[in-house]
C-alpha cells in the first residue's frame, strides 16, 4: 500500500468515525429535546387537569351552595308563616335562628363570586319602594312620578339581566351576581302584613309586591347560576 493509499484509507476512517460521532450526537440532540418537550407536555397535561379538577369542585359546590340557599329562603317563609301569637315569643325566636341560618347560606354563595368586586349593580330599590293606597289602581298610576322612576330602574336593570342571561360567556356575571344575591338577603320574603281598615294604605299588597319581587330574584338566580355554571363546565372539559 502506498503512502497515499494509506492516507487516504486513514482520512477515510476519520470520516466514517467524526460521521458517526455526529451522527450519535445529533441522535442524542433529538432525543434530549423530546425528552425536555415531553416533560414540559406532561407538566402542562398535568397543571390543566389540576386546573380542570379546581374548577368542576368549585362548580359542584356552588351548585351545593346555591340549592342551600334556596332551601334556607323557603324555610323562613314557611316559619314566618307559622307564627304563633299564643307562643310569639318563642315563634320569634325560631324565626330569628332560621333567618341567621339563611343569612348564613347567602354570604357563603356570595363568597364565590366576590373575587372580582365592581361598580355594576342591578337595583330595586325603586320597585321595592312602590307605595300602595285604597284608590284605584287607575288613579295611582296616573301622573305617578314614583312610578317613572320605577320604569327608568328597569330599564336601566336591562342590559344587565342581557348579561347574566348570556350563555356564551361569564364575562361581567360575578358584580352582577353579587348585587343579585345582595337584594335577596336583605329582602327575604316574609308573612303579609294586615291591612288596618282605620288607613288607605295596603300593607298587605306592599308585603305581596315585595315577596313577588324576591320570588322572581331567587327563580332567575337559579337560572343565571345554572347558565354560569354550564359555561364553567364546558371550560373545564376543554382544559382552559
Avoid at 73 to 85: A, D, G, P, R, V
Avoid at 144 to 164: D, R, Y
Avoid at 197 to 204: D, F, I, K
Amino acid at each position: 500500500m502506498t503512502k497515499t493509499q494509506l492516507a487516504i484509507s486513514i482520512w477515510t476512517l476519520i470520516i466514517s468515525i467524526l460521521g458517526v460521532a455526529v451522527a450519535g450526537g445529533f441522535t442524542i440532540f433529538v432525543a434530549f429535546k423530546n425528552s425536555k418537550l415531553q416533560k414540559e407536555l406532561q407538566q402542562k397535561q398535568i397543571a390543566a387537569d389540576l386546573k380542570a379538577s379546581a374548577r368542576i369542585q368549585w362548580i359542584q359546590e356552588v351548585r351545593k351552595q346555591t340549592a342551600k340557599l334556596i332551601s334556607a329562603h323557603q324555610k323562613l317563609w314557611i316559619t314566618s308563616y307559622n307564627f304563633s301569637e299564643v307562643a310569639e315569643a318563642r315563634a320569634e325566636n325560631e324565626k330569628q335562628k332560621v333567618y341567621a341560618e339563611f343569612l348564613e347560606e347567602a354570604i357563603l354563595l356570595e363568597l364565590y363570586f366576590a373575587n372580582k368586586p365592581g361598580k355594576k349593580k342591578l337595583s330595586f330599590a325603586e320597585d321595592r319602594g312602590k307605595n300602595f293606597y285604597k284608590e284605584s289602581w287607575e288613579q295611582q298610576e296616573r301622573g305617578n312620578p314614583q312610578n317613572e322612576k320605577i320604569t327608568k330602574a328597569k330599564e336601566n336593570n336591562k342590559p344587565l339581566w342581557n348579561i347574566l342571561f348570556n350563555d356564551e360567556n361569564n364575562d361581567g356575571k360575578e358584580e352582577l351576581i353579587v348585587s343579585l344575591i345582595e337584594d335577596i338577603k336583605n329582602n327575604p320574603a316574609e308573612k303579609g302584613k294586615k291591612d288596618n281598615p282605620c288607613s288607605r294604605y295596603l300593607a298587605s299588597v306592599e308585603t305581596s309586591h315585595k315577596n313577588q319581587i324576591t320570588q322572581n330574584n331567587l327563580g332567575n338566580l337559579s337560572k343565571i347560576i345554572s347558565i354560569y355554571l354550564k359555561i364553567e363546565w364546558d371550560r373545564a372539559k376543554n382544559g382552559e
